[in-house]
């Protein structure tokens, strides 16, 4: 009988699978522990038994010790076998996932205890966890929560919609720069709000769901939905994990519908609309009138510097052209505001399409970051019956003159004389201040609704908007969501034909631009250092700056070498394409690298390094701390720059090698 006995418990200690027993009845502690178990966990057996703690609860994983105690209080409580898989911590940190499954038995004392047989399933979990992460059909990662956070784990369906390139020998491996840095998949534009995002995540310990942009390897953009959430990683660690759905096409559909409605409210106050895409390079006619020129131009593309001269610069005053030019110009380098921060606007004289010199006036609107409408209209004359204006037509000027000022934050729409309101167009943050989503809104644009029910959810009461039908015009204050600031609106009412039973119009504006934080949020002045002595590169704050493209890189690295001279489109053709003459072809790929280094230098927060005038451009040395520069000044603390290399990455460079070689001797 005892050697039954005795191979009873050999068996339960050296055979069966991380065999013990807990002890249930307070304090929970092991009251055996088997030699198979120490063996599982790397420890003796002294390290996991303790009459007054449970050591053992300490080992599990800390992601899973609160399913651990429910686990033993369910056996407790029902008095009978449960299983429960966890995850346990190996004295050398290691992390297994074990099933557990618990079986009570009271004693004849009263104390409850519990026999448990471990099954490692580890490697089964890791098989699972592999093919659900691969397999899913959203994109999936794994981060730390550092400043700078670092990924540590993304799936198949991520990398093909971040569009990272395989890695070919002597290239860049993209997919491994961007685990080192997650924000080099965020626009500039939306790093602090991504940021701020994840401090709220850590800070409460809640998952965050939403919209946002990315910016693929490639340059271009995708519109994802997705959330973060904070979780603890296999060594106890905090980690943000990230599911991404893209919604790139529904996003640019549902743009498009927001644009035609936007068109829409803006043709009812402009003569002409014209769409400016920076991403495409392309300018194209969206509106105009009837008996204007630009009507057999409507939706045809065309790019932006041919389209500037042949459309919009030719009918300009010769004395006005050149400021009309630089304009456009600020424009495109990204400059659309003046120094109060409110949309840039101009007014010119130029050729009506009745053969007249009439004066314009016109201003950018901001669509998204690569894409405004200009529109501009004719300047009303004045004449001696001005006095004599209505309310009414008083009204309607307001109104265009409001238009020219504000940008942000646009609505409009229509109110029947029996209070029946249909909403044309309303920008996002807007829609906040009626108490709608932007898809509430839209099936709003569909149908007639009173206006009572229309303003029942809005910031301001009935009675406000009654005051806006008697006076004309009204201010509203609400809260912006999307900036987490308060702010004003601008309301102008005004009939929309002088019948007094006719429908009203309504146009409501932000009142101020951008807000002191959103303004905190663009990148601010960074130091640029180049080297080209050696292989040519760009630092900015101190680090290498990343260039997706090789010509873009290659274009900076002439303008540099031209040492503030302008480099024209041809030049630059026969530089980069050596071998090709400067064509249509040429010329227009040649224009795609250049929009690529904007894009870059302004993602880098220093597009101002570059400047560019019709066409041609040039780098701005004052701008930059460049080796060359510092070398060819002649000041004695830089006397040992050059060493006898020189932007070896480029053959074009011997000719600059040259001459310094010639210098030196």
């Known amino acids: 009988m005892n050697d039954a006995t005795n191979n009873i418990e050999d068996i339960l200690d050296s055979q069966v699978c991380g065999f013990h027993q807990v002890i249930l009845t307070p304090p929970v502690r092991l009251g055996f522990v088997s030699s198979n178990l120490c063996a599982l966990l790397g420890l003796q057996k002294d390290e996991l038994t303790d009459g007054r703690e449970d050591r053992y609860a300490q080992l599990v994983h800390p992601g899973d010790r609160q399913k651990y105690s429910d ?15 966890y995850r346990l911590l190996k004295k050398d940190g290691a992390v297994i996932c074990v099933r557990d499954t618990l079986t009570p038995r009271r004693l004849p004392d009263g104390t409850l205890t519990a026999s448990s047989v471990l099954t490692d399933i580890t490697d089964v979990k890791s098989d699972e966890q592999r093919f659900l992460n691969d397999s899913i059909p959203c994109g999936f990662l794994k981060y730390t929560c550092e400043k700078q ?8 369906k991520m990398i093909e919609l971040m569009r990272f390139p395989k890695v070919k020998d002597g290239e860049i491996d993209y997919l491994e720069m961007y685990k080192n840095d997650i924000f080099l998949m965020v626009p500039m534009e939306e790093r602090r709000r991504f940021s701020k995002y994840l401090n709220r995540v850590y800070s409460a310990d809640a998952p965050i769901a939403g919209e946002m942009t990315l910016l693929r390897c490639d340059g271009t953009r995708a519109h994802i939905l997705g959330w973060v959430t904070k979780s603890v ?5 905090a980690e943000f994990q ?13 743009k498009q519908g927001e644009n035609r409605r936007y068109l829409r409210a803006l043709s009812d106050v402009y003569d002409s609309i014209f769409e400016f895409n920076l991403d495409a390079d392309t300018v194209k006619c969206l509106h105009s009138r009837d008996f204007s020129s630009f009507k057999r131009f409507e939706n045809i593309a065309m790019q932006i510097e041919d389209a500037l001269e042949r459309w919009l610069i030719v009918s300009v005053s010769p004395e006005e052209q050149e400021s009309v030019r630089r304009f456009f110009l600020n424009y495109c380098q ?5 120094d109060d921060g409110k949309p840039a606007k101009i007014t010119y004289s130029a050729l009506s399409s009745e053969g007249t010199v009439r004066q314009y006036t016109g201003v950018f609107i901001k669509v998204d970051e690569s894409l405004s409408l200009y529109c501009c209209r004719a300047v009303r004359e004045p004449d001696s019956s001005a006095t004599l204006l209505s309310e009414n037509t008083r009204l309607k000027e307001k109104m265009r003159d409001l238009v020219m000022q504000f ?8 109110v029947t004389p029996d209070r029946l309101v249909k909403p044309l167009y309303a920008s996002e943050n807007v829609c906040g201040f009626f108490g709608y989503t932007p898809e509430e809104w839209l099936a709003l644009t569909e149908r007639y609704t009173p206006l009572e029910r229309f303003v029942a959810y809005s910031e301001a009461s009935y009675d406000d908007f009654e005051e806006l039908w008697k006076r004309g015009e009204a201010e509203f204050t609400y809260f912006d969501h999307r900036t987490e600031t308060e702010r004003k609106i601008k309301a102008i009412c005004s009939e929309k034909e002088p019948d007094a039973a006719s429908s009203r119009f309504v146009m409501l504006y932000s009142m101020e631009g951008n807000s002191a934080e959103e303004k905190s949020a663009l990148p601010g002045d960074r130091k640029v250092s180049i080297r080209t002595f050696g292989y040519f590169d760009v630092f900015v704050g101190g680090s290498p700056m990343v260039f997706r493209n090789k010509k873009s890189k290659e274009l900076l690295a002439l303008l540099v070498d031209r040492q503030g001279g302008y480099v024209t489109p041809e030049e630059a053709v026969s530089f980069l394409w050596e071998d090709e003459p400067a064509n249509t072809l040429t010329l227009s790929r040649y224009r795609k690298v250049a929009l690529r280094l904007k894009n870059t230098l302004e993602e880098y927060g220093i597009s101002g390094i570059v400047e560019s005038v019709n066409g041609k451009r040039r780098l701005i040395p004052e701008k930059v701390d460049c080796d060359l520069y510092n070398y060819l000044s002649g000041k004695e603390e830089y006397a040992r720059l050059f060493k006898g290399s020189y932007m070896t990455n480029y053959s074009w460079g011997e000719t600059t090698l040259g001459e310094l070689v010639s210098s030196q001797g």
């Open 242 to 254: 990230s599911v991404c759905m893209d919604i790139t096409d529904r996003y640019l559909a549902r």
């Open 149 to 156: 956070p670092k990924i540590t784990y993304i799936n198949q």
């Open 71 to 85: 686990f033993l209080r369910a056996v407790a409580e029902q008095e009978q076998s449960l299983t429960c898989d």
């Open 407 to 414: 940008s942000d934050g646009l609505a409009a729409f229509e």
């Open 233 to 237: 990683n296999e060594q106890g660690q």
């Open 334 to 338: 990204k400059k659309p505001r003046s």
